[in-house]
């Protein structure tokens, strides 16, 4: 054999090792589909699993677009399921305060459950006291969205739904798309985004409750969280901003460096009481467009670090007040009061009043985009 000749035979060897190493690499890649439930009236609801390479699975309905679980290592390895969530539709379907669901058409409030726009005033279900909260009496969480799979690089899922003029008292036939992708780098990426054929507001987010010691392992109180803003929109007692932006130094609200999340949890604060904990939005500090750091959260105990990265300007930062433990979640277990937070990257609640606030209108012919990304690791 020439040097030349077998020089080649290695490098061709190798190239075939190379690839059949790269293929297992990948054979844990990418998504399956089992059945999950049916609904009353007889459609049958699946639910999808996202897999990676680095032990991350995310599982994702086409009910609601909920994120039914997210399971990520811990610091030694350990996988565990860090959302709150049922083992099947049925426990989707009963009240719950909506365990990992797409949000729309307005996540957050509008206050007095109205809003102007053009002149016109809009009347929307009141379903928080005065307010609506979520979309309203049938939200986004409640419908049946059209699913793909999408098999490329990172396996996703795409969901659409069509949300007619008028539903739930909004104005204009909304498309809405959907776009979950599961990265190597830990990473659950939404993309959103939307048309409209008649002027019409829009605020859509992801209501996933997280506890990275694992759902239902008690309360959260002991993770850290930074949250990248100066300034955040103190409410009413019906938790509708007043449209003050309020400097958080020197107050419970300031998370610029990492604080317990229960360290002032109950303070002797107006804003602490009137949301019976953190129920507040935060005014994301923002360099340019495209995403960018919202926040971090630890949990000391099993190593995990959730950062929030996201195109939106606001931040809703709920720490599960109003969970009482009278919600038994997968495998039954109690999800008890502040067992979980959210970070709810939005536009400001009742911005359709607010005229300060940045606008979430949607007119013909443009179109919403936003992405917001819940990256995972763990620190020592
Ligand atoms: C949002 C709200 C909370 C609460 C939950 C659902 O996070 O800001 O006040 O309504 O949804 O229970």
Not at 340 to 366: I, R, V, Y
């Amino acid at each position: 054999m020439t040097y030349l000749t077998y020089t080649s035979s290695v490098l061709l060897v190798l190239a075939i090792v190379g690839a059949a190493g790269g293929a297992a690499d990948k054979a844990n890649s990418g998504i399956s589909k089992k059945a999950f439930g049916t609904m009353p009236d007889g459609r049958t609801i699946d639910l999808y699993t996202l897999t990676n390479n680095r032990g991350m699975r995310v599982a994702i309905t086409n009910y609601g677009g909920i994120v039914v679980s997210i399971v990520v290592p811990d610091r030694n390895g350990k996988p565990g399921d860090v959302v709150l969530g049922f083992d099947n539709l049925e426990g989707y379907l009963a009240k719950e305060p909506y365990f990992g669901a797409l949000i729309g058409r307005y996540g957050n409030r509008i206050g007095n459950a109205r809003f102007k726009l053009d002149g016109v005033e809009y009347k929307l279900p009141a379903n928080d006291g005065p307010n609506s909260l979520h979309g309203g009496l049938k939200g986004f969480d409640k419908r049946v969205w059209t699913a793909r799979e999408i098999r490329g690089e990172h396996p996703g899922l795409e969901l659409t739904y069509l949300s007619k003029d008028g539903e739930e008292g909004y104005s204009g036939n909304l498309s809405a798309k959907v776009v979950y992708s599961l990265t190597e780098d830990n990473a659950l990426r939404i993309d959103y985004s939307a048309t409209t054929d008649k002027d019409t507001v829009l605020n859509l987010t992801n209501h996933s409750y997280f506890n990275l010691a694992g759902e239902g392992n008690g309360n959260i109180l002991k993770h850290e969280i930074m949250i990248n803003a100066d300034r955040f929109t103190p409410i009413d007692g019906t938790l509708i901003p007043t449209g003050e932006l309020r400097q958080i130094a020197g107050t419970p609200f300031d998370f610029r460096k990492p604080t317990a999340i229960g360290a002032r949890i109950d303070a002797d604060d107006e804003q602490i009481k009137f949301g019976k904990g953190y129920d507040h939005n935060f005014v994301l500090n923002r360099s340019g467009a495209g995403l960018s750091l919202a926040a971090r959260v630890t949990d000391p105990e099993s190593g995990r670090v959730l950062e929030v990265l996201t195109t939106q300007p606001g931040l809703q930062f709920y720490t599960g007040n109003f969970l009482d433990g009278s919600i038994h979640g997968k495998g039954g277990k109690a999800y008890g009061r502040r067992s979980a937070f959210c970070q709810e990257t939005q536009h400001f609640p009742d911005s359709p009043n607010k005229p300060s606030f940045p606008s979430t209108e949607l007119k013909p012919g443009q179109t919403y985009h936003q992405s917001t990304v819940f990256r995972f690791s763990t620190s020592k």
